[in-house]
């Protein structure tokens, strides 16, 4: 040996013989216990993600039709795009548990989807209803907060940062995962002139989305925030993850009454425009569309399957009120429940909550908002009243509270 026992210690943690069970002798090194487990244990987790490229075989795939009644639990109406969604996702699946054969020249490209629909329609909940039932990473991001790269607010980078979170910093998991971009239509373009100034929250994130979408390798920040020289980069490809994008493109069916030559309220132009939904304009929507609204063609042409959100009617608010699993009126009993009291509501106070949410336009979320207002003091007293075992919920006693809450400043403004 060319060093004694007592000058000997690990090269990798500075441990001496001593504070060690063996001390392995290499050439002019030394390596102890502690780290030749801790190296086989990265190892194995590397060896592992490299493995780790196709779907799990022990992972059964839902069939599009499996989707969409898991979906039909929780959402309420909007066929064709629990539809389009359902597909989206097996033919993702598919795509990654089918080994590439090199012999084969086909390879099967992904298809990011672009939902359009009116707020508060169900397209935020479409996906997270999807996540309930995903094998792969998935997340939600918002398009508002992206700004062009060097200005204040975060990169498009930060969209994998979240993903890379969602699969644990798995890198190999999170390159087949499925990405939720909310409020895209945020981004559009401010003005028809590109050259008039600089739009870094409007095009400026359009352009930068544009090698995400597509598939590329991109040096994505671990924790997010700025990127620095000094700062450890994660190298993820897009090449297999999913994306699909949500806005509610407001004022875009003047965009479309437009190409239609209808007009969305008052005359139609046309005598052929019979069979034309002017209620429901989202329906004939097109790419063309899209640019008009502001959407650089670059960007529609890498998110190339396009659905809409049917506005909802009366009998679809009623429905969401009681049928869907995690339902508004369930989420109620279920709070007096814990207080060991029984919740019932007349079927008066319901169409009346209905008739309020389609006076006001607010979607479905309307519906929580003039909950809130009828259920307000009940909420407030029940709990410090032992004496309350059933409450019902009266048509005169929601009236009251409705218009204690005051919404006709909402409707004048």
């Given amino acids: 040996m060319a060093k004694q026992n007592k000058e000997s210690r690990c090269s990798f943690c500075g441990s001496g013989k001593q504070d060690t ?4 002798e290499g050439l002019d090194a030394f390596i102890c216990d502690k780290c030749v487990a801790q190296a086989n244990q ?11 490229k196709a779907l799990d075989p022990s992972i059964t795939l839902l069939k599009p039709q499996e989707i969409k009644a898991h979906i039909d639990q929780y959402v309420i109406g909007q066929d064709d795009a629990k539809k389009v969604l359902s597909v989206a996702v097996y033919n993702h699946y598919k795509r990654l548990s089918q080994k590439v054969d090199k012999a084969d020249e086909i390879e099967i490209e992904k298809s990011n989807i672009m939902l ?3 707020t508060g329609t169900g397209k935020t909940l479409l996906a997270k209803t999807i996540a309930k039932i995903l094998h792969v990473p998935f997340c939600i991001c918002d398009a508002t907060v992206l700004t062009e790269a060097g200005y204040v607010g975060e990169d498009v980078e930060s969209i994998l940062t979240r993903l ?3 699969a644990d910093y798995d890198v190999a998991s999170a390159e087949r995962g499925i990405v939720y971009i909310d409020e895209v239509d945020k981004v559009a373009r401010k003005s028809d002139n590109p050259s ?3 739009d870094v929250s409007g095009e400026g994130v359009q352009q930068a989305l544009l090698k995400i979408l597509e598939g590329t390798v991109v040096n994505v920040p671990p924790q997010g925030g700025r990127k620095h020289p000094d700062q450890k980069m994660i190298p993820v490809n897009t090449n297999n993850i999913l994306f699909i994008c949500g806005g509610a493109f407001d004022g875009i069916e003047r965009k479309i009454a437009n190409r239609l030559r209808t007009q969305a309220v008052g005359y139609k132009v046309k005598k052929d425009d019979d069979e034309l939904d002017l209620k429901n ?3 004939y929507i097109t790419p063309q569309d899209l640019k008009s609204f502001g959407l650089i063609p670059e960007l529609i042409g890498r998110v190339p399957v396009l659905t809409h959100l049917n506005p909802l009617d009366k009998a679809a608010l009623r429905n969401i009120l009681t049928e869907p699993k995690n339902s508004l009126l369930r989420q109620y009993v279920k ?8 919740l019932v509501f007349e079927d008066e106070v319901l169409d009346f909550i209905v008739d309020k949410a389609m006076e006001y336009k607010l979607g479905a979320r309307g519906l929580r908002s003039i909950c809130e207002a009828i259920m307000l003091d009940a909420m407030f007293d ?5 004496s309350v075992q059933e409450l019902s919920i009266t048509l005169d006693y929601a009236v009251e509270k409705f218009e204690k809450a005051d919404f006709k400043k909402l409707k004048a403004a």
């Fill in 42 to 52: 990265l190892l194995v987790q590397e060896l592992g993600s490299k493995k780790g």
């Fill in 382 to 386: 029940v709990p410090s009243d032992d």
């Fill in 116 to 118: 359009v629909g009116e």
């Fill in 335 to 342: 709070l007096f429940e814990y207080e060991n009291v029984k």
């Fill in 21 to 24: 069970l063996m001390l392995i």
């Fill in 196 to 198: 008039i100034t600089r």
């Fill in 281 to 283: 304009l989202y329906k």
């Fill in 164 to 166: 890379l979170q969602a």
